[in-house]
């Protein structure tokens, strides 16, 4: 059955959907009836369908009822845009409140709309909400960054990092201080992981995915900025993503599939502390050629 179709009776021949995508879709003169020449290139994206004004084209998943009209009255400008990205802070005060599943289903929904390699959408979402699960992981993590910090003190485990190249001795010697610090802190009651956070999104995928890294980390981008809107505060769980990648304990707590892999994570809440400011960056660095 084929994926793309042109209904030769509506289309009108302006060549939208060969400008759109080249490597399905081709066209021998201007004016011509465009034809479909390499659909096993098709990768579902809708581009085709979207375009078309006249509604000629089919693709089989992208049916009517998943198409919706833009509603550009409502879009935000790039003062509104830039101000939401300026404000938006990683927060890491809460109240005791938990998230609703409603707000969290919102936060996703966003997210699965970020851009993927090859139209993918390879990302998917493990939710966190019970609170011994979230004490476990913190727990976990905050382990694991002891038996690192342990490995680091170790000379010749010292030198094989080094030798990586990816941080001088300076650098390792402060993770040492600071994975001590976050095991002491766990230990005595804090939660220097997850912050007591009522919850958390991690973003996981088959490994095999094309691009499956950073099509995860677009959708958390998404998820920052929805949350923001919501009225909710995140933070990016870094360390607790390192430990579901390096530890066996965090995979098996939160049940990642096989050959799966965290790439993003972020711990969410009501923030118990709000900005009214925001500070200016560093100056981009900018290469124009």
Partial sequence: MPIVTIDPQRCKKDGLCVRICEKVFAQAVEGSPPVVVHEENCNSCGHCVLVCPAGAITQTDCPPEKVHPVRKEILPSYESMREMVVARRSIRTFKKKDVEKEMIERIIDAARFAPSAKNTQSTQFIVVQDKPLLQTLASATAEWLGKIAKQLKNP???????????????????????????????????????FNAPALVLFHADQSASFAEANANLAVQNATLIASSLGLGTFYTGYLVAACTRDKA????????????????????????????????????????
């Fill in 156 to 194: 010749l485990m010292r030198k094989l990092y080094l030798l990586r190249g990816e941080k001088n001795a300076e650098e390792v010697t402060q993770w040492i201080s600071q994975f001590e610090l976050i095991v002491k802190r766990m230990r005595s009651g804090s939660d220097p992981i997850l």
């Fill in 250 to 289: 965090a995979r098996r707590l939160l049940k990642l599939p096989r050959n799966h892999k965290a790439y993003g994570g972020l711990a969410l809440g009501y923030p118990e502390i709000t900005f009214s400011k925001w500070v200016e960056r560093n100056p981009a660095i900018i290469t124009w050629m």
